[in-house]
């Protein structure tokens, strides 16, 4: 069984945020992964960030492949609207919901097998074409729902559960993000919610292609030693580069902070993203330093986390595209069929 009701009750003592929802209106149905699965994790970060924004849920559209990541949106905001698309067709399907109504906040779900192996070219058009979303990628390194397999982003010589070596080089999801031209990429733990949670609600607040590769452990089939997505392994491995506080444009906005620690980042809808630097050298703005400073880590055998690349100017597939600024569906008769006189002047121009 994959769906699960939760009881409609609420704690009377549960508080209201900004819009008088609970938290408990950014769930959704009760989880059917396995107990422990970093995915679920995930969810109750995104339940967390939407909550905590105020943003209303039926402005919020979740959209999915196939796998045990791409079922979790059934497991969160159950008001939202909502699509579990083909295998690797997410990044597609949200394009077009994304270019008929570009006034939703598009959340992309998907998991290293939808998005690293059948989906690679979806995923890599995605961002950069500049599609104004949030694709999470809910990493663990294995295809969970089909019992195991290594997917494209395990780590050469990572074991399996059997003890067997994976042979091929790993695909590094956030340096083609940050190759392809996203302009928010950050990767982080499902374990590590105080900065999972900032880094989805700095990516919402992003007006642009924003990427998060979430390291997410498959406690059944890559939890093991040898496994290099493990929750040990990745705790030991873990090189945060900042921490991060998101300050939303309605909230009062007092900062304080050590001068030279912190680089504060305004982002256009007003929120404040607040980076208190751990990595000493590390420069957000450079596409250039990010890609070294990853593969250079990535050689030590570590895992660098944290907000790696921001655009503070991204430009998103909208306006390369000249479209209306109008949702289609509320597109009135005299838009859609301005009249024989402009279409002849329409046609006067491709003569
Ligand atoms: C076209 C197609 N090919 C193969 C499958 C079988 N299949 C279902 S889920 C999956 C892999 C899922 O792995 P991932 O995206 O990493 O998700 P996880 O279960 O690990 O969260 C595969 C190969 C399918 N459903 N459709
Ligand atoms: S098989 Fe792995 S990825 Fe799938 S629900 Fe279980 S722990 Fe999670
Ligand atoms: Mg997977």
Do not use: W
């Not at 997410?90 to 059948?118: E, K, W």
């Not at 506080?245 to 980042?265: F, K, L, M, N, Q």
């Not at 420069?283 to 990010?290: H, L, P, T």
């Not at 008769?333 to 006067?348: H, I, Y």
């Amino acid at each position: 069984m994959s769906f699960l009701p939760k009881p409609k009750l609420h704690h009377p003592g549960l508080l209201p945020n900004a819009l008088g929802y609970t938290r408990r209106d950014y769930e959704g149905a009760i989880s059917t992964l396995c107990a422990g699965c970093g995915h679920d994790s995930i969810s109750a970060a995104i339940v967390h960030a939407c909550f905590q924004m105020d943003l209303p849920p039926h402005r919020i559209a979740k959209l999915s492949g196939i796998g045990c990541s791409s079922k979790t949106p059934t497991y969160f905001l159950g008001s939202s609207h909502g699509f579990n698309s083909v295998h690797g067709r997410m990044p597609s399907v949200l394009t077009g919901a994304n270019l008929a109504n570009r006034d939703l906040i598009y959340l992309g779900v998907s998991g290293d097998g939808d998005s690293a192996s059948i989906g690679l070219g979806q995923f890599a058009h995605s961002m950069r074409r500049g599609v104004n979303m949030v694709y999470i990628v809910e990493n663990n390194g294995v295809y969970g729902l089909t019992k195991g397999q290594f997917s494209a982003t395990a780590d050469k010589g990572a074991k399996s559960k059997r003890g067997v070596a994976n042979n091929d080089e790993a695909i590094d999801l956030v340096s083609m993000a940050i190759q392809l031209g996203a302009s928010f990429v950050g990767r982080s733990f499902s374990g590590d919610k105080a900065q999972l949670i900032p880094l989805i609600q700095a990516a919402l607040a992003h007006p642009g292609a924003a990427f998060i590769d979430c390291i997410s452990p498959c406690v059944t089939f890559n939890n093991h030693q040898g496994s290099t997505k493990s929750f040990d392994y990745v705790r030991e491995h873990n090189e945060a580069v900042n921490m991060l506080d998101v300050i939303t444009g309605r909230d009062e906005i007092t900062v304080d902070y050590a001068p030279g620690a912190v680089e504060i980042v305004e982002q256009h809808d007003g929120s404040l993203l607040r980076l208190r630097k751990l990595a000493g050298d590390y420069d957000v703005s450079s596409r250039a330093e990010a890609l070294n400073f990853l593969q250079h880590h990535h050689a030590k055998g570590e895992i660098v986390t944290g907000l790696l690349y921001l655009d503070p100017e991204p430009e998103e597939m909208h306006s390369h595209l000249k479209t209306a600024a109008t949702p289609l569906n509320a597109l009135d008769e005299t838009d859609l069929c301005p009249g024989s006189a402009a279409l002849e002047a329409l046609n006067a121009t491709l003569r």
